[in-house]
C-alpha cells in the first residue's frame, strides 16, 4: 500500500462532462464547460451570456436561425419565454418530439470526440478531459477549415433534410 508503488487507472472511462457549444455555417463560437445539469435558469443563461451575442454578430439582421433539440430545458417556460422576447433577434426551429437528431452540431460533436481520442495523450482526468475538448475546439477554424465546409452543408440542406424526414413520416433517413 505504499503511495510511491501505486499507479492510478481510469475504470468505466473516467467519467463525464457536459459542454454547450454554438456554430453557423461560417462561424465558430464558444465551448462551454456546463458545471451540473443543464436546468432552464442555467440554460437561459446560457442563451444570453453565449448564444445571444453569437446570433448578433453572424446574423445582425436578425434572419439568423437556432437549431436546438427536444431537451427539457430548451422547451421549458422560461426558455420560450426568453425567445419569444428575443424572437426579432433569430429563429427557432422546434423540432417534434422524438424526432430524429436533425441538429447539425452533431457534425461538430463528432469532430470534437474524434480529435480527443487523436489527442497527443489519453485525459486521465476531467480537467485533462475538458483541457484537450478546449483544446480540439479551438483548432477546428484554424488547421481544421474544411470542418467549417462540412458542417456548412448540413446547415444548408436542412430544408430538404427535414422534407426527408416529414416524407419518412418521423423514421429514419440517410442523411
Excluded at 454578430?57 to 419565454?81: E, F, I, K, M, W
Amino acid at each position: 500500500m505504499d503511495p510511491a508503488r501505486q499507479i492510478g487507472t481510469v475504470q468505466g472511462h473516467g467519467g463525464l462532462i457536459m459542454v454547450w457549444g454554438v456554430f453557423s455555417s461560417q462561424f465558430l463560437g464558444s465551448l462551454v464547460l456546463v458545471p451540473t445539469s443543464l436546468d432552464a435558469i442555467r440554460y437561459i443563461e446560457f442563451l444570453g451570456d453565449h448564444l445571444h451575442p453569437f446570433m448578433l454578430y453572424c446574423h445582425p439582421h436578425g434572419n439568423g436561425v437556432l437549431h436546438q433539440d427536444n431537451c427539457t430545458s430548451h422547451r421549458s417556460r422560461l426558455a420560450t419565454a426568453w425567445f419569444d422576447e428575443h424572437s426579432s433577434d433569430f429563429y427557432v426551429i422546434n423540432l417534434p418530439l422524438r424526432s430524429p437528431d436533425l441538429n447539425p452540431i452533431e457534425n461538430l460533436w463528432d469532430v470534437l470526440e474524434k480529435g480527443v481520442k487523436a489527442h497527443h495523450t489519453t485525459p486521465a482526468t476531467l480537467t485533462e478531459l475538458l483541457t484537450a475538448l478546449a483544446d480540439v475546439w479551438q483548432v477546428i477554424p484554424v488547421k481544421r477549415l474544411h470542418v467549417v465546409t462540412r458542417c456548412r452543408k448540413p446547415v444548408e440542406s436542412m430544408s430538404r433534410h427535414v422534407a426527408t424526414v416529414i416524407k419518412a413520416r418521423g423514421g429514419t433517413t440517410r442523411y
